[in-house]
């Protein structure tokens, strides 16, 4: 009985874990879509990013309660309880990623109509390229439970924080010649920001790698500081 149990309780992680893999991949396009949106003009595929969020939303709140469920009905403890405990982290941040990538199809339907080519959209395109990979990281970390890669990939963070400044300071030196493109600058930015914030979350998901394998918890830590407490 009590390895039959066991069986179960594996299977019901397995599938938990296989479902945040099934959410990770969905964020992921959701993600590159929105980012091809926005450099490209493309109307609706912006629509269908925005559109399909509620499917993030759906799984999210369908792998949160089956967490609850396995907590409540198995008392998972040590390294099975650090693994619920981070699905339900995780899945937080990939819905909050969602929402990220549902604000820069926003801006690309803002921006669609325009039809100048700048510099910041080459910039754009390479930074949601930059976060997309990162998120792709994350996720192999998780499901690899490979702390040397998640580490890796939060390393990624402090490019991504670069090339938003970079980013930025353009936009502001832009507005500040031509005040008619404030309005579009503006968007671009408020799309940077959001994709600079999936880079963010990213890096969640890599310290919660950390913390399933190592047992402990690398928020709020340098970079270098995570290096020397983990390898």
């Keep these: 009985?009590?390895?039959h149990i066991s069986q179960q309780f594996n299977a019901e992680l397995d599938n938990v874990r296989n479902q945040v893999m099934t959410m990770g991949g969905l964020v992921e396009n959701h993600v590159q879509s929105a980012c091809t949106a926005l450099v490209e003009g493309d109307m609706v595929l912006a629509e269908r990013?925005?559109?399909?969020?509620?499917?993030?939303?759906a799984l999210e709140v369908?792998?949160?309660d089956q967490c609850t469920q396995i907590i409540a009905r198995r008392q998972p403890t040590a390294g099975d309880l650090r693994l619920v405990m981070m699905i339900v982290k995780t899945i937080t941040d990939l819905e909050r990623i969602g929402d990220e990538a549902e604000k820069v199809a926003k801006m690309a339907k803002e921006l669609a109509d325009i039809k100048d080519s700048t510099s910041q959209y080459i910039e754009i395109r390479h930074l949601g390229e930059h976060v997309r990979k990162m998120l792709h990281d994350a996720l192999d970390a998780f499901a690899r439970t490979d702390v040397e890669a998640a580490i890796h990939a939060a390393a990624e963070d402090e490019q991504v924080d670069?090339?938003?400044?970079?980013i930025t300071r353009q936009l502001i030196t832009q507005m500040m010649e031509d005040p008619k493109k404030i309005q579009r600058s503006l968007n671009v930015l408020?799309?940077?920001r959001a994709l600079e914030r999936i880079g963010d979350h990213a890096k969640n998901i890599c310290e919660y790698v950390i913390y399933l394998v190592k047992g402990k918890d690398v928020r709020h830590v340098t970079l270098e500081q995570m290096k020397k407490e983990i390898l």
Excluded: G, L
Excluded at 49 to 57: I, L, Q
Excluded at 162 to 166: M, P, V
């Design 62 to 64: 369908e792998i949160d």
């Design 162 to 166: 670069q090339e938003y400044e970079a």
């Design 190 to 192: 408020w799309a940077a």
């Design 49 to 57: 990013v925005v559109d399909d969020d509620f499917k993030v939303n």
């Design 1 to 3: 009985m009590s390895a």
